[in-house]
């Protein structure tokens, strides 16, 4: 009887946050969404192998797609924080459907050519650049409860590996039986699901602050506002360090889908479907907690497990266990990118969290371009597993690096981190 009773509690308890009408509108239309852009993300990824047979070029398209991340989201951060998050929003969801319509038009028209991916990927990097931002800060908007904000991040990062679970094998198949223009096309009109959903929201407007401060001021005002804290600085340097170094993994998939476990499309998308799933998992393990006390343990375990993950498909030669090891890897993923989110948006000023959540962004997206760019220099040199043992190696040593703040944490925190962090 004990399993009938406590299972309905749990699931409620996971989905508490659905109970914002505004948060409800927002995780639909973005289930929907992301879908599509996890489906455009392994058809380009498998376009430009296709296309040129570079690993170094997968590297080069990677970076030219993520970059203006790195460069202009502190920046977008000031904005955020100045402007109405809720519009910026509907204009970047706007131009990125556009982005995918022109994609697949070119691909469809058969007039496709590398120049045209990295303009395009600058393009949609640029629009990420204020997106991501203005999505993080906008998840307080939408969540009136700040008890609900842990749950809301987790169910968040629960609807993007969802899409990531569903995309890649969607991908797969389409760009076996029609190509990738295909892929793209049903990308641009997925977002119309996303924007339909935030004009049909009710926000509630931001008292609006005087400025009397230029941007760079603003800019250095945020910066030292992050790194003042120990914990705010600690988690962004761990994040920063794993996405430089193991999150690119993602751009060498092609090559181990091809040439190291002979498949094709189809294996490419089981593999990213399988970090995928392994993403879900951590997501609903998030979610599923009661508060955010101890997530400063449970980040280095993840920092940890991810790196193991990654040596260890390294390795791999045999498919079904690359597939188990790409669970486990998205799985510590998930985690340690989720987990590090909450702590920053419950200890962050309101009027200071787009500036923060820009250098989260920055820390999580914007570093992942030079990993892309090493891991595909790296990967033409001395191949993409020893390219791959090497990311994971970096990340377990972060992991301990960032372990050894614990103890910062208690002592120069003291009973306002154990608030936050479990102490």
């Known amino acids: 009887m004990r399993p009938v009773k406590t299972t309905p509690m749990q699931f409620k308890r996971i989905l508490r946050a659905l109970q914002h009408r505004n948060y409800r509108l927002f995780y639909a ?26 690993t ?57 050519a590398i120049p045209h991916i990295i303009f395009l990927s600058v393009f949609l990097g640029i629009v990420n650049a204020f997106d991501m931002p203005a999505r993080q800060s906008f998840l307080v908007d939408m969540v009136e409860e700040k008890e609900d904000l842990g749950n809301a991040i987790a169910l968040n990062s629960s609807m993007v590996n969802a899409a ?99 498949g094709g499309p189809h294996t490419l998308g089981f593999l990213m479907g399988a970090s995928g799933l392994g993403a879900l998992s951590g997501a609903i393990f998030l979610a599923a907690r009661q508060s955010v006390r101890g997530l400063e343990k449970v980040i280095t375990l993840a920092a940890t497990l991810f790196g193991a993950g990654l040596m260890a498909f390294a390795l791999s030669r045999v498919l079904w266990l690359s597939l188990a090891l790409m669970v486990l890897t998205g799985f510590g993923m998930m985690v340690l990118m989720a987990a590090s989110n909450t702590i920053l948006q419950t200890r962050v000023d309101d009027d200071k969290r787009g500036r923060v959540m820009s250098l989260y962004t920055m820390a999580f997206m914007g570093t992942v ?31 301990c690096l960032f372990s050894r703040q614990l103890a910062s944490f208690r002592k120069i ?11």
């Not at 992301?34 to 192998?49: D, E, N, P």
């Not at 603003?218 to 999150?247: C, K, N, Q, T, W």
């Not at 030079?370 to 993409?384: E, T």
């Open 29 to 54: 239309g973005q289930s929907i969404s992301l879908i599509g852009t996890w489906m455009q993300r392994i058809a380009m990824s498998w376009l430009v192998y296709r296309l040129t047979g570079s």
């Open 369 to 399: 371009p030079f990993g892309s760019l090493f891991a595909g220099s790296v990967a033409s040199r001395i191949g993409a597993p020893n390219t791959l043992m090497i990311g994971g190696i970096a990340c377990i040593l972060g992991a």
């Open 413 to 423: 925190e003291g009973e306002g981190a154990a608030e936050v962090l479990g102490k």
């Open 164 to 262: 990531r679970l569903l995309g890649p094998s969607i991908a797969g198949m389409l760009i076996a039986a029609v190509g990738e223009g295909m892929c793209f096309l049903l990308n641009s009109i997925s977002y119309v699901a996303v924007i339909a959903a935030l004009y049909a929201m009710k926000i509630t407007p931001r008292p609006t602050i005087a400025r009397h401060t230029n941007m760079l001021m603003e800019l250095r005002e945020g910066f030292a506002y992050a790194f003042d804290s120990i914990p705010i600085r600690s988690v962004l340097m761990l994040l920063g360090l794993v996405s430089l170094m193991g999150m690119p993994y993602s751009a060498l998939m092609p090559v181990f889908a091809e040439n190291i476990l002979g």
């Open 56 to 112: 170094f070029l997968l590297g080069a398209v990677g970076f030219a797609g993520q970059i203006p991340t790195f460069l202009l989201a502190p920046f977008t951060g000031v904005l955020v924080d100045r402007y109405n998050r809720h519009r910026i929003l509907i204009v970047t969801q706007m131009l990125a459907m556009i982005q995918a319509l022109t994609l697949a038009l070119l691909i469809l028209t058969k007039v496709i």
